[in-house]
């Protein structure tokens, strides 16, 4: 059985998701996990789809990217799958699809999750020199404070008398931002 496993980092990204689990479907994948997270997050979908394939299934993704965060975690997920005699297919791997079934195919995935690791490394090298650049210049603010901007709503909830637990849950944000921007208001 084809079971298919589609990722993308942000949920600004439904598009590309659902184009990756439509190519899932017309490929013949029965069942499609799929999930809207970072690479380094947990990664709950992923693993219920390792959880899910068994002997003679073969796991199904668009991209090598959207499966593995490094060239390690792909030989984690490549020894799983073997482990349960599971084949692991690559629509677009380079403009054809690699089945790990075959030697060659293993090799080659081996050798360019090596290099997708490499482009990775590379990248984020580049952004945290722009990012230097852009404070030098004073061009870069960062990420706007979520929690932050709930402030006055913080201060209302509180002075109604509900706890930092209480105005965590109904603002949807963590309890340590409640207490300590709480605590930075009152000094």
Same mark, same amino acid.
């Given at each position: 059985?084809? %079971? @298919?496993?589609?990722?993308?980092? /942000? *949920?600004?990204?439904?598009?590309?998701?659902? @184009?990756? %689990?439509?190519?899932?479907?017309?490929?013949?994948?029965?069942?499609?996990?799929?999930?809207? #997270?970072?690479?380094?997050?947990?990664?709950?979908?992923? *693993?219920?789809?390792?959880?899910?394939?068994?002997? @003679?299934? /073969?796991? #199904?993704?668009?991209?090598?990217?959207?499966?593995?965060?490094?060239?390690?975690?792909?030989?984690? %997920?490549?020894?799983?799958?073997?482990d349960k005699g599971v084949a692991l297919r690559i629509l677009d791997f380079g403009?054809?699809? #690699?089945?790990?079934?075959?030697?060659?195919? !293993?090799?080659?995935?081996?050798?360019?999750?090596?290099?997708?690791?490499?482009?990775? $490394?590379l990248l984020l090298e580049r952004q945290k020199v722009g990012i230097a650049q852009?404070?030098?210049? @004073? !061009? *870069?603010?960062?990420? #706007?404070?979520?929690?932050?901007?709930?402030?006055?709503?913080?201060?209302?909830?509180?002075?109604?008398?509900?706890?930092?637990?209480? %105005?965590? !849950?109904?603002?949807?944000? $963590?309890?340590?931002?409640? *207490?300590?921007?709480?605590?930075?208001?009152?000094a």
């Amino acid at each position: 059985m084809l %079971i @298919g496993y589609a990722r993308t980092s /942000t *949920y600004d990204q439904k598009a590309g998701l659902d @184009g990756q %689990i439509q190519q899932l479907l017309a490929t013949g994948c029965k069942k499609v996990f799929s999930e809207q #997270v970072s690479s380094v997050a947990s990664r709950e979908q992923l *693993y219920l789809a390792l959880d899910f394939v068994r002997e @003679g299934d /073969t796991l #199904v993704v668009a991209r090598l990217d959207r499966l593995a965060r490094s060239t390690r975690h792909f030989l984690e %997920i490549m020894e799983t799958l073997h482990d349960k005699g599971v084949a692991l297919r690559i629509l677009d791997f380079g403009g054809s699809a #690699v089945d790990s079934k075959s030697a060659t195919g !293993k090799m080659m995935l081996t050798m360019f999750s090596a290099f997708a690791e490499f482009e990775r $490394s590379l990248l984020l090298e580049r952004q945290k020199v722009g990012i230097a650049q852009a404070k030098r210049e @004073g !061009k *870069y603010k960062g990420r #706007v404070p979520t929690a932050r901007r709930q402030l006055p709503e913080m201060r209302k909830l509180a002075e109604e008398g509900l706890t930092p637990p209480e %105005i965590a !849950k109904r603002l949807n944000c $963590s309890r340590a931002s409640v *207490y300590r921007l709480l605590k930075e208001d009152r000094a």
